[in-house]
Nanobody
Framework: QVQLVESGGGLVQPGGSLRLSCAAS????????MAWYRQAPGKQRELVAG???????NYADSVKGRFTISRDNGKKTVFLQMNSLRSEDTAVYYC???????????????WGQGTQVTVSS
């Protein structure tokens, strides 16, 4: 089976930085687009940043210039570097990836379990 496991969340002061990682494992034939989403209490899950298999990126307006998404295809890992963090960035962050498992002909969307990011003094 396929798994996505996030790490790197935690408590940070406003203006600080965190780096999230999300590693895919299991019987994987290929990985396409990967992305980070977040969900704050009482709010809907929203797209934070995405990256295609070719490395093209897109960002939510609220994080442009502060967050950077990248990926290491050899390690099947996507990263989210978060700088100049604000209290409004507090949320559970989830990674998602389009993955084609070995032995299948279609890709599907897989999700990690989420990691908490809290920005507070």
């Amino acid at each position: 089976q396929v798994q996505l496991v996030e790490s790197g969340g935690g408590l940070v002061q406003p203006g600080g930085s965190l780096r999230l990682s999300c590693a895919a494992s299991g019987s994987i034939f290929s990985i396409g687009a990967m992305a980070w989403y977040r969900q704050a209490p009482g709010k809907q899950r929203e797209l934070v940043a995405g990256i295609t298999g070719g490395g093209s990126t897109n960002y939510a307006d609220s994080v442009k210039g502060r967050f950077t998404i990248s990926r290491d295809n050899g390690k099947k890992t996507v990263f989210l570097q978060m700088n100049s963090l604000r209290s409004e960035d507090t949320a559970v962050y989830y990674c998602s990836a389009e993955i084609r498992p070995i032995g299948t002909v279609r890709s599907g969307a897989y999700w990690g379990q989420g990691t908490q990011v809290t920005v507070s003094s």
